[in-house]
């Protein structure tokens, strides 16, 4: 009986095909990983993930081409998925959705729905150029600057002093105090490189001791 519905006989898959639609997969998996690491603003390694994305949409090809020929595999994969367990957090949303993109790339093509994946990797690509280009983005407008200095008189209102002296706006976040040190996390917008090396330049030489640390964060003002 099921031989006679095609339930366990799948359809033949045709190798130039499938060929064709890796290597398209390939360029456009490829496109799309060189976009999330010249656009990305994820903290995470985007050089990294980036050199996965092809493979994702490649796997995903393959198994879509493969599935989709017959109802049985179709429901063995389905089976498969359910006892899969993935553990790897994904903390970003950016990166969610560019491994999101990966994908839809991987099932649009699996489909043979060359043209309308095409469209829309180009719509997607398309978008992230135009805004890149109109709206400025400035790599130093959003840091959070850690200080850790040794306890000492007055040094909360020094470190405050020098930071008024090199960055456009500080705006204190906390403040932690313990028998021996003094922790301090500014979100500050600096002009540029400059100014941000002789900031750290002129607290290392007031606190020779002190440990300090820069994270971007471009999201936090609402960038």
Known sequence: MDTVLGLTTPAPLSLATL????LLGLLLSSILAWCYVRYGKSLSNRA?????MPLLTLVTVLVISVVKSSLALSLGLV?????????????????????FMALAIGLGLG?????????????FIGYLLIRAMTIPQSSK???????TAPL???????????????????????????PT?????????????????TLMDDLGAH????DLSFVEQDNSLGG
């Not at 407008?141 to 200080?147: D, K, P, Q, T």
């Not at 040190?181 to 090396?197: M, S, V």
């Open 19 to 22: 060929s064709f639609n890796i």
């Open 48 to 52: 990294q993930i980036a050199q996965l």
């Open 79 to 99: 089976g498969a998925l359910s006892i899969v367990r993935f553990r790897t957090a994904i903390k970003e949303p950016e990166e969610l959705i560019y491994l």
């Open 111 to 123: 489909a043979d729905q060359r043209w309308p994946t095409l469209l829309a990797v180009t719509l």
């Open 141 to 147: 407008n959003n840091l959070y600057l850690n200080v």
């Open 152 to 178: 000492a008189e007055e040094a909360f209102t020094k470190i405050n002093d020098l930071l008024l002296e090199h960055v456009e706006a500080a705006d204190l976040r906390r403040l932690d105090r313990t």
């Open 181 to 197: 040190a003094l922790q301090a996390t500014y979100l500050i917008r600096c002009a540029n490189d400059k100014a941000l090396l």
């Open 207 to 210: 606190f020779p001791e002190c």
